[in-house]
């Protein structure tokens, strides 16, 4: 039996110094408090048996290590420690590991030092397994193994049955099996593609010999075919000679007349150009004229309003002088009053000074000591009369301050009464000069309102002139442009005319040159009924010129030829590549007033293609109602043509008018004779005449803009004007309710100064009173002042005093009414210089503006005798122009007549060169063609017979043949023609036979027979391309013979590389899948036990359901492993949807059940319990007390009697006999069923924690 005995730790984190924890027995609970160090101990059991400190919530080995608080520098630990002891059947074993200095592990077994392999091959023979970790549960791994996926089971499965160990391994062979396995399939099939390669290449040498008969065949078939080509192109070549050589006859005869009417063309031009000249001479001197007349007429005009400005402001300005004459006097007249008035008061200020300097109380006064002494002397005796007789002198003096203060009101009202005389004054005189100002305002009003009639009668009559010439000129204008249009119709008609021409000629050459051009649209079409044209020919559009053509080919050639030739431009439509889409046929159907526009067209079935693709699926309507019904009621996506030409778009927009106003034309175009255009002519240069005059006259009127801008200013002059009399009369009426407010204030103002005298004068007798009665009362004690200062009475004094005061504030009066008069002469004297020197500058701007009126006056005189000098020339001119015109226009219609002549000639020979141009275009068009087919069959090697030359002499690119000049293109096809002659002796009669019918009977049997003979070509072509045979069949034989032995010798090696992976990944597989599956059928069946033991009751006796699903049975360890369990009179449910409880319940059955397949002598458990209820910490605690007490479970009511299965691996470690289990538990009813408790506590003294152990085997329950 090997049971854990105790744990000895030094320095292990929160353990300090050496301890002993233990002995443990069967069923040892430790307790403590929080924080004490139980898991601590936890980690020092984990640390001792192997397990890394990763686990051990640390980081690394260093932090295992106790640190204290208290320890000093000289105290650092640099070591610690654990041992476990270990009780066996032999004695007791120790297994030891330190973490050292350098933070690493050192382990040892009965102190003598192993490595770690040793160490954990020691641990194993006891079943303790570190990787493993069957002998302890970690707090938390409860929670964790009720809470992990079917996936994370198997892994753990397989880290307990060892079977995870041949992952690496089975991975690594089952990639080389999935290779070997490709490889092999690989060599299989090589080896059958090549098998098959074989069959095809040994059918291949049966067709080599059919294949060289056919090539033979071909051979001699090219050669007639190519004969047959080259006849054809001599007989054309010839033929092409012959037209040409008669071509040349005819342009030489054209030639000769056509030189002799350019002749007469140029000598007629040159007499027009002459005439022209002379006209433009004399038509440029008209427009200069003309142009000095308008030039000058605006420049008299602007000095004539000049002129006028002038005199008015020479007006204005005479008028602003008579002003200022009048204010200089008004002015002068003030400053002279206000002279005389200073004269006299400073006059009566001296008069004043020199009476007081004479007088007794200016001597007396004259020595300021005395002055000083004696006042003192009289303000001290008055204040102790005024102290003895205080109700009279109180009295005085309040009547003395109200007499000061009437005096101070009435010199105010005295001023103001001067200061309102004077502004009476001024008013008046404003109001004068408003009364003037007044009148001139009316004058001006007058004289502006007269200008303005004068001008506004102008505007009207030159308005009703200029209407009139507009209206004129419109007229004109229109006349003008209806001749212009006549006109341009004329040119458009004829030179669409000679674009018909010229069209019409180049498809005839077209149609000569190439067998396949069958005409334009319009000419293979035409409608039904009359009534149909213009829809047709709206319809047709731009493709009504298209040309029709056989094939794309044709197209291209007739293209080259357009661009070499310079001919113009053309639209073709080769009926082999048009691409025409289906026409729905229920369109046909879809109005009885409507039909497809390809039912009312007669052409031939051989174009309908090309017919189909230019009307589409437009339909004719018979009226515009019938169209907008199929286009917008019907939706029909088609375009709706009517009989007069609108047209309904797919899009919806209507178009029309514009192929009825062509046909207007095209009607009027019988109506035109050769002679309408010479009188159209005349009568545009007629029109242009008139229209110069007109314009002529309209210009020489004075422009309204001008006027209207005049009338504009009058009208803000007379406005202006209006304004300034309505602001003077303002003024006016302001100055004389100003002038009225003014007399009120001033009799008011004397009424209130009367009253104010009349209360001095009351007050000074009542104070005359007041006075007495204190002199008397006073006389007493002034009695010695008296007589000191040799005064009769003290009433001497006073007056003295007060006729002192008087004639001071007389004085200062005086000096004030000066210094105002003076301010008030220098303000007005200012004023004076200012309107003299406005008077001066007057007068300048007078002269100035005399200046200016005598200039003007010149300049009009000037230019009016220059703008009658202009009209007489102008005059002169214009009929010299008219003379001028009429040779000119005589000498036009001559050159004119000669001109149409030269055209006509001209026309002819350059359709007579043009056909020869295209002759010998066709000449050495057959030419290439003969030089094409004759290097074709040197490329291709066909050996056609020559009676003249060989094919050897034939270039074979045709970039080895320079022309550097025309004779060495000649000379080049005169090697072709004449020194490359086929032999035809053994050409079929049937193809020469064929060059000597009409050109269209010939051109449709040359093509049959050139499609007979591509049709039988391309059939042995056809033919020998289909059998394709190998010239190198039998070499090719014996490669692919070797290459298939090859392939079967490397398919056997690839099976037996196969078969061999195979075999050691089986074994593999089946080591794994064994050690798998006998751990989890252990658990599997004992899972169950388990689980009814944790949760069996009174009331349940039977206890839950638990059991164990392989989601892949095949190989279980790819897959994962399912978990379920149902408590007690509980349906089934997902392990997510368990109580906590439950699911601790379900994962310690779990754990009991994985810990019994390889059972190690102990079991630590921390805090597995956390999560339970009371119940069952009970059914836990019942459980672990017996199987610590105990080897064989309890029978079960319904199951086996057997004990708990222990692991079916026949293996030499021993099995214990019963459990020991070390629980970390804080719950009561747990421990308290315990053998023995060892209880954890914090020395907080020594900052470390210890132990105390209680054995309970002496205490019964």
């Given at each position: 039996?090997?049971?854990?005995?105790?744990?000895?730790?030094?320095?292990?984190?929160?353990?300090?110094?050496?301890?002993?924890?233990?002995?443990?027995?069967?069923?040892?609970?430790?307790?403590?408090?929080?924080?004490?160090?139980?898991?601590?101990?936890?980690?020092?059991?984990?640390?001792?048996?192997?397990?890394?400190?990763?686990?051990?919530?640390?980081?690394?080995?260093?932090?295992?290590?106790?640190?204290?608080?208290?320890?000093?520098?000289?105290?650092?630990?640099?070591?610690?420690?654990?041992?476990?002891?270990?009780?066996?059947?032999?004695?007791?074993?120790?297994?030891?590991?330190?973490?050292?200095?350098?933070?690493?592990?050192?382990?040892?077994?009965?102190?003598?030092?192993?490595?770690?392999?040793?160490?954990?091959?020691?641990?194993?023979?006891?079943?303790?397994?570190?990787?493993?970790?069957?002998?302890?549960?970690?707090?938390?791994?409860?929670?964790?193994?009720?809470?992990?996926?079917?996936?994370?089971?198997?892994?753990?499965?397989?880290?307990?049955?060892?079977?995870?160990?041949?992952?690496?391994?089975?991975?690594?062979?089952?990639?080389?099996?999935?290779?070997?396995?490709?490889?092999?399939?690989?060599?299989?099939?090589?080896?059958?593609?090549?098998?098959?390669?074989?069959?095809?290449?040994?059918?291949?040498?049966?067709?080599?010999?059919?294949?060289?008969?056919?090539?033979?065949?071909?051979?001699?078939?090219?050669?007639?075919?190519?004969?047959?080509?080259?006849?054809?192109?001599?007989?054309?070549?010839?033929?092409?000679?012959?037209?040409?050589?008669?071509?040349?006859?005819?342009?030489?005869?054209?030639?000769?007349?056509?030189?002799?009417?350019?002749?007469?063309?140029?000598?007629?031009?040159?007499?027009?150009?002459?005439?022209?000249?002379?006209?433009?001479?004399?038509?440029?001197?008209?427009?200069?004229?003309?142009?000095?007349?308008?030039?000058?007429?605006?420049?008299?005009?602007?000095?004539?309003?000049?002129?006028?400005?002038?005199?008015?402001?020479?007006?204005?300005?005479?008028?602003?002088?008579?002003?200022?004459?009048?204010?200089?006097?008004?002015?002068?007249?003030?400053?002279?009053?206000?002279?005389?008035?200073?004269?006299?008061?400073?006059?009566?200020?001296?008069?004043?000074?020199?009476?007081?300097?004479?007088?007794?109380?200016?001597?007396?006064?004259?020595?300021?000591?005395?002055?000083?002494?004696?006042?003192?002397?009289?303000?001290?005796?008055?204040?102790?009369?005024?102290?003895?007789?205080?109700?009279?002198?109180?009295?005085?003096?309040?009547?003395?301050?109200?007499?000061?203060?009437?005096?101070?009101?009435?010199?105010?009202?005295?001023?103001?009464?001067?200061?309102?005389?004077?502004?009476?004054?001024?008013?008046?005189?404003?109001?004068?000069?408003?009364?003037?100002?007044?009148?001139?305002?009316?004058?001006?009003?007058?004289?502006?309102?007269?200008?303005?009639?004068?001008?506004?009668?102008?505007?009207?009559?030159?308005?009703?002139?200029?209407?009139?010439?507009?209206?004129?000129?419109?007229?004109?204008?229109?006349?003008?442009?209806?001749?212009?249009?006549?006109?341009?119709?004329?040119?458009?008609?004829?030179?669409?005319?000679?674009?018909?021409?010229?069209?019409?000629?180049?498809?005839?050459?077209?149609?000569?040159?190439?067998?396949?051009?069958?005409?334009?649209?319009?000419?293979?079409?035409?409608?039904?009924?009359?009534?149909?044209?213009?829809?047709?020919?709206?319809?047709?559009?731009?493709?009504?010129?298209?040309?029709?053509?056989?094939?794309?080919?044709?197209?291209?050639?007739?293209?080259?030829?357009?661009?070499?030739?310079?001919?113009?431009?053309?639209?073709?439509?080769?009926?082999?590549?048009?691409?025409?889409?289906?026409?729905?046929?229920?369109?046909?159907?879809?109005?009885?007033?409507?039909?497809?526009?390809?039912?009312?067209?007669?052409?031939?079935?051989?174009?309908?293609?090309?017919?189909?693709?230019?009307?589409?699926?437009?339909?004719?309507?018979?009226?515009?109602?019938?169209?907008?019904?199929?286009?917008?009621?019907?939706?029909?996506?088609?375009?709706?043509?009517?009989?007069?030409?609108?047209?309904?778009?797919?899009?919806?927009?209507?178009?029309?008018?514009?192929?009825?106003?062509?046909?207007?034309?095209?009607?009027?175009?019988?109506?035109?004779?050769?002679?309408?255009?010479?009188?159209?002519?005349?009568?545009?240069?007629?029109?242009?005449?008139?229209?110069?005059?007109?314009?002529?006259?309209?210009?020489?009127?004075?422009?309204?803009?001008?006027?209207?801008?005049?009338?504009?200013?009058?009208?803000?002059?007379?406005?202006?004007?209006?304004?300034?009399?309505?602001?003077?009369?303002?003024?006016?009426?302001?100055?004389?309710?100003?002038?009225?407010?003014?007399?009120?204030?001033?009799?008011?103002?004397?009424?209130?100064?009367?009253?104010?005298?009349?209360?001095?004068?009351?007050?000074?007798?009542?104070?005359?009173?007041?006075?007495?009665?204190?002199?008397?009362?006073?006389?007493?004690?002034?009695?010695?002042?008296?007589?000191?200062?040799?005064?009769?009475?003290?009433?001497?004094?006073?007056?003295?005093?007060?006729?002192?005061?008087?004639?001071?504030?007389?004085?200062?009066?005086?000096?004030?009414?000066?210094?105002?008069?003076?301010?008030?002469?220098q303000f007005e004297k200012e004023q004076l210089e200012s309107i003299a020197f406005d008077i001066e500058r007057t007068k300048q701007l007078i002269n100035q503006n005399n200046s200016e009126l005598i200039s003007s006056q010149t300049k009009i005189r000037i230019l009016?005798?220059?703008?009658?000098?202009?009209?007489?020339?102008?005059?002169?001119?214009?009929?010299?122009?008219?003379?001028?015109?009429?040779?000119?226009?005589?000498?036009?219609?001559?050159?004119?007549?000669?001109?149409?002549?030269?055209?006509?000639?001209?026309?002819?020979?350059?359709?007579?060169?043009?056909?020869?141009?295209?002759?010998?275009?066709?000449?050495?068009?057959?030419?290439?063609?003969?030089?094409?087919?004759l290097r074709k069959c040197r490329l291709e090697s066909i050996e056609i017979p020559f009676s003249v030359g060989s094919l050897s002499s034939v270039p074979i690119s045709l970039a080895s043949v320079a022309y550097t000049s025309t004779e060495d293109k000649a000379q080049?096809?005169?090697?072709?023609?004449?020194?490359?002659?086929?032999?035809?002796?053994?050409?079929?009669?049937?193809?020469?036979?064929?060059?000597?019918?009409?050109?269209?009977?010939?051109?449709?049997?040359?093509?049959?027979?050139?499609?007979?003979?591509?049709?039988?070509?391309?059939?042995?072509?056809?033919?020998?391309?289909?059998?394709?045979?190998?010239?190198?069949?039998?070499?090719?034989?014996?490669?692919?013979?070797?290459?298939?032995?090859?392939?079967?010798?490397?398919?056997?090696?690839?099976?037996?590389?196969?078969?061999?992976?195979?075999?050691?990944?089986?074994?593999?597989?089946?080591?794994?899948?064994?050690?798998?599956?006998?751990?989890?059928?252990?658990?599997?069946?004992?899972?169950?036990?388990?689980?009814?033991?944790?949760?069996?009751?009174?009331?349940?006796?039977?206890?839950?359901?638990?059991?164990?699903?392989?989601?892949?049975?095949?190989?279980?360890?790819?897959?994962?492993?399912?978990?379920?369990?149902?408590?007690?009179?509980?349906?089934?449910?997902?392990?997510?949807?368990?109580?906590?409880?439950?699911?601790?319940?379900?994962?310690?059955?779990?754990?009991?059940?994985?810990?019994?397949?390889?059972?190690?002598?102990?079991?630590?458990?921390?805090?597995?319990?956390?999560?339970?209820?009371?119940?069952?910490?009970?059914?836990?605690?019942?459980?672990?007390?017996?199987?610590?007490?105990?080897?064989?479970?309890?029978?079960?009511?319904?199951?086996?009697?057997?004990?708990?299965?222990?692991?079916?691996?026949?293996?030499?470690?021993?099995?214990?006999?019963?459990?020991?289990?070390?629980?970390?538990?804080?719950?009561?009813?747990?421990?308290?069923?315990?053998?023995?408790?060892?209880?954890?506590?914090?020395?907080?003294?020594?900052?470390?924690?210890?132990?105390?152990?209680?054995?309970?085997?002496?205490?019964?329950?």
């Amino acid at each position: 039996m090997v049971q854990l005995e105790r744990i000895e730790v030094e320095n292990f984190k929160s353990y300090k110094g050496k301890q002993t924890i233990g002995p443990f027995t069967s069923f040892t609970a430790v307790i403590g408090p929080n924080g004490s160090g139980k898991s601590n101990l936890m980690d020092a059991i984990s640390f001792v048996l192997g397990v890394q400190s990763s686990q051990l919530r640390s980081t690394q080995l260093k932090d295992l290590i106790y640190r204290g608080p208290k320890s000093g520098a000289n105290q650092i630990i640099r070591r610690a420690s654990a041992a476990a002891i270990l009780s066996t059947e032999a004695g007791e074993i120790s297994f030891k590991r330190t973490v050292t200095a350098a933070g690493s592990s050192e382990y040892s077994i009965n102190n003598k030092i192993v490595n770690f392999q040793e160490y954990t091959a020691h641990l194993s023979k006891y079943n303790i397994l570190t990787k493993a970790k069957n002998f302890l549960v970690f707090q938390g791994d409860v929670e964790a193994i009720a809470s992990q996926s079917p996936i994370e089971l198997t892994r753990l499965i397989e880290t307990i049955s060892g079977s995870g160990e041949y992952r690496a391994e089975y991975e690594k062979l089952k990639y080389e099996e999935q290779v070997a396995a490709e490889q092999s399939n690989l060599s299989f099939l090589k080896k059958r593609a090549i098998a098959s390669e074989l069959k095809t290449v040994m059918s291949q040498k049966k067709e080599l010999d059919e294949y060289n008969k056919k090539k033979e065949e071909l051979s001699l078939l090219n050669i007639e075919y190519m004969l047959a080509k080259l006849y054809k192109v001599d007989t054309q070549i010839q033929q092409t000679k012959n037209d040409i050589d008669d071509y040349q006859d005819q342009l030489n005869d054209m030639l000769s007349k056509t030189q002799s009417s350019d002749k007469n063309v140029l000598s007629q031009r040159k007499s027009q150009a002459k005439a022209f000249k002379e006209l433009s001479k004399a038509d440029k001197q008209v427009k200069f004229l003309e142009i000095s007349l308008e030039e000058k007429q605006p420049v008299l005009l602007g000095l004539n309003e000049t002129l006028a400005l002038t005199e008015k402001k020479k007006s204005n300005l005479i008028s602003s002088s008579e002003k200022l004459q009048d204010d200089t006097q008004r002015q002068k007249d003030v400053i002279v009053a206000l002279e005389s008035e200073l004269n006299q008061i400073k006059k009566a200020n001296a008069k004043n000074e020199e009476d007081w300097l004479s007088s007794k109380e200016a001597k007396m006064f004259s020595d300021s000591t005395f002055e000083a002494k004696i006042t003192a002397d009289y303000n001290k005796i008055k204040s102790s009369i005024e102290f003895q007789s205080k109700s009279d002198s109180i009295n005085q003096k309040e009547i003395i301050e109200k007499i000061a203060s009437l005096e101070l009101k009435i010199n105010t009202l005295l001023d103001r009464k001067e200061e309102l005389s004077k502004k009476i004054k001024e008013k008046q005189d404003q109001k004068l000069s408003n009364n003037k100002q007044l009148q001139e305002d009316l004058n001006r009003l007058e004289d502006a309102n007269s200008e303005k009639k004068v001008i506004e009668d102008k505007i009207n009559s030159n308005s009703a002139k200029y209407e009139k010439y507009l209206s004129k000129e419109f007229e004109l204008n229109e006349k003008l442009g209806l001749v212009l249009k006549q006109i341009s119709q004329v040119k458009a008609i004829e030179m669409e005319s000679k674009k018909e021409r010229k069209n019409a000629e180049i498809l005839a050459v077209l149609k000569r040159l190439f067998q396949n051009v069958y005409g334009r649209i319009s000419e293979l079409c035409k409608p039904t009924q009359r009534k149909y044209e213009l829809a047709a020919l709206v319809t047709l559009g731009k493709f009504a010129d298209a040309i029709v053509v056989d094939s794309q080919k044709t197209a291209i050639e007739c293209i080259q030829y357009l661009r070499e030739q310079r001919a113009g431009n053309a639209t073709f439509l080769p009926l082999d590549s048009l691409v025409v889409k289906p026409l729905n046929e229920s369109f046909r159907r879809a109005h009885s007033g409507a039909r497809l526009v390809l039912d009312i067209l007669e052409y031939n079935t051989k174009y309908e293609r090309a017919i189909a693709f230019v009307c589409g699926s437009n339909m004719v309507c018979d009226s515009i109602e019938i169209a907008r019904t199929l286009c917008y009621d019907q939706k029909l996506s088609v375009k709706a043509i009517t009989l007069d030409g609108v047209v309904i778009h797919k899009s919806g927009n209507i178009t029309g008018g514009n192929f009825a106003e062509t046909g207007l034309i095209s009607n009027n175009l019988a109506k035109w004779e050769r002679g309408n255009t010479e009188k159209l002519i005349k009568s545009r240069d007629d029109l242009t005449q008139k229209l110069t005059e007109v314009s002529k006259n309209k210009n020489t009127l004075a422009p309204i803009e001008s006027l209207q801008s005049q009338l504009a200013e009058l009208d803000s002059n007379f406005l202006a004007a209006q304004d300034n009399l309505v602001r003077t009369k303002r003024w006016i009426e302001t100055y004389e309710l100003e002038d009225k407010d003014l007399n009120k204030q001033l009799s008011s103002s004397e009424k209130t100064l009367t009253e104010y005298q009349l209360q001095v004068e009351n007050l000074e007798i009542l104070l005359e009173k007041v006075s007495q009665k204190l002199n008397k009362a006073s006389e007493p004690l002034f009695r010695d002042f008296c007589k000191n200062y040799n005064f009769s009475s003290v009433s001497e004094f006073e007056t003295l005093i007060k006729i002192k005061n008087k004639a001071s504030k007389k004085k200062i009066e005086f000096s004030n009414h000066v210094s105002r008069l003076e301010n008030q002469l220098q303000f007005e004297k200012e004023q004076l210089e200012s309107i003299a020197f406005d008077i001066e500058r007057t007068k300048q701007l007078i002269n100035q503006n005399n200046s200016e009126l005598i200039s003007s006056q010149t300049k009009i005189r000037i230019l009016e005798e220059e703008l009658s000098k202009i009209l007489v020339d102008l005059k002169s001119e214009n009929n010299n122009f008219l003379t001028k015109q009429t040779k000119y226009q005589s000498e036009t219609s001559n050159l004119n007549t000669l001109r149409k002549e030269y055209v006509e000639l001209s026309s002819a020979l350059e359709l007579a060169n043009r056909m020869k141009s295209s002759k010998e275009t066709e000449l050495s068009k057959a030419i290439d063609n003969k030089l094409t087919i004759l290097r074709k069959c040197r490329l291709e090697s066909i050996e056609i017979p020559f009676s003249v030359g060989s094919l050897s002499s034939v270039p074979i690119s045709l970039a080895s043949v320079a022309y550097t000049s025309t004779e060495d293109k000649a000379q080049f096809d005169n090697l072709i023609i004449n020194e490359l002659k086929p032999n035809y002796t053994t050409l079929p009669s049937a193809a020469k036979s064929n060059n000597k019918k009409d050109e269209n009977q010939q051109n449709n049997d040359v093509d049959s027979l050139e499609k007979g003979y591509e049709s039988r070509i391309d059939t042995l072509k056809l033919e020998l391309m289909s059998m394709a045979p190998s010239s190198y069949a039998q070499e090719k034989l014996n490669t692919l013979q070797r290459k298939l032995n090859e392939s079967d010798s490397e398919f056997l090696n690839c099976r037996r590389a196969a078969k061999d992976v195979y075999s050691r990944f089986s074994r593999v597989k089946q080591n794994r899948l064994e050690l798998f599956n006998s751990m989890f059928q252990h658990i599997s069946s004992v899972i169950d036990k388990f689980y009814k033991i944790l949760t069996k009751s009174n009331n349940f006796p039977i206890g839950g359901t638990a059991y164990l699903n392989l989601e892949n049975t095949e190989e279980p360890y790819l897959s994962g492993v399912k978990y379920h369990a149902m408590p007690p009179l509980k349906r089934f449910r997902d392990m997510d949807h368990l109580s906590g409880g439950e699911k601790t319940v379900a994962a310690i059955s779990l754990l009991f059940a994985l810990q019994s397949f390889v059972p190690s002598p102990f079991f630590v458990l921390d805090e597995v319990d956390a999560a339970l209820d009371l119940t069952n910490v009970i059914q836990l605690a019942n459980y672990l007390k017996l199987r610590s007490s105990q080897v064989a479970l309890p029978p079960l009511q319904r199951s086996e009697d057997s004990e708990v299965p222990q692991s079916k691996k026949t293996t030499d470690k021993s099995k214990p006999d019963n459990f020991q289990f070390i629980v970390i538990s804080l719950k009561q009813k747990l421990y308290e069923k315990a053998s023995s408790l060892v209880g954890v506590y914090r020395d907080q003294t020594l900052n470390s924690s210890n132990t105390l152990n209680l054995s309970l085997s002496d205490y019964p329950e």
